[in-house]
């Protein structure tokens, strides 16, 4: 019996080694991949786990709430290291080269964009690149005010952009916004979407861009999200969040609110959600 005893510790002991090592193995290749973020925090070994920085910029005179977001914490974790264009100079005298170095653009709060800029946003995204674009952001040209819309014009972004707010002509039609306390919805094609991960329907007040219309001329686009102007049923409901992709890799995610307006932490998180899912990162 005692030998029978003893047998069985010595097995337990060869087979626990095994898959000691396999979980060990398991756990670095997570955390190499991104899948175990907090692996980065842990002293000594932390930078060995760190996700390479993601670079952002934000072009446009963006709200002071959008800013600050990336001063939380979990964007620090993220490694997330933020660069905004916001004076019209810097707005207006964008080149592909300078996008170039980019994970990811943010256009939020200018309605107007110079040829040259919407030209760079335009070879930015032909090479795959990433893109959020908040309400009515570089809709207009500077120097023609009968321009409208990212598919209005020479350079036409609108291939990359998966809604339209002006129409569909030549003609410039009112953009137009309405303050909403309601909540945003969840559509129900989305509730997996990793932009989501952790967050449900949840309240929002601010403005919403309401003449938004689903751009069907491109790749079809995926609404994530409706903005409901109220939380009981039947209230009326827009346009909230919209996504759009290129078989080649390229991703644009539309915001129809200003998701730097909300200082609720859920419209961090959120944020922080989209900018790794367009990076390809576990949130």
Known sequence: MKGQVESGKSGWKENALPIAIVLILAIIILGRAGYLPFLGNIPLIGSWFKVGTIKV???????DGLISKFNDFQFK??????????????????????LSQFDVV?????AYCSRETRQALLNYM??????????????????????????????NLGDYVPVKVCGTTHVRTPVSTTEVNGQITVSGI??????????????????????????????????????????SPGTQSNVGIVE????????????AYDI???????????????????KNVKA
């Not at 910029?57 to 709200?63: C, D």
């Not at 933020?82 to 207006?92: A, D, G, H």
């Not at 730097?260 to 367009?278: E, K």
């Open 190 to 231: 989305a509730f997996d979407h990793p932009i989501f991960q952790s967050l449900k329907n949840f309240g929002f007040s601010g403005q919403v861009w309401t003449n938004v219309e689903i751009n069907n001329d491109g790749p079809a686009p995926d609404i994530l999200a409706w903005v409901d102007q109220g939380t």
């Open 106 to 110: 943010i256009l939020d709060g200018t």
């Open 244 to 255: 759009s992709q290129g078989t080649l890799g390229w991703k644009t995610i539309y915001f």
């Open 77 to 98: 974790r993220a490694n997330i290291e933020l660069q905004v264009f916001s004076r019209p100079e810097e707005i207006n005298d964008l080149s592909s080269q300078a």
């Open 57 to 63: 910029v934000v072009i446009g005179q963006a709200s």
């Open 126 to 155: 032909q090479i795959n690149g990433k893109m959020i674009v908040i309400g009515d952001a570089c809709t207009k040209l500077v120097g023609d005010p009968n321009v409208c819309g990212w598919s209005i014009g020479l350079v």
């Open 260 to 278: 730097g307006a909300d200082p609720v932490p859920t419209s961090s998180t959120l944020l922080l959600n989209t900018i790794l899912y367009l």
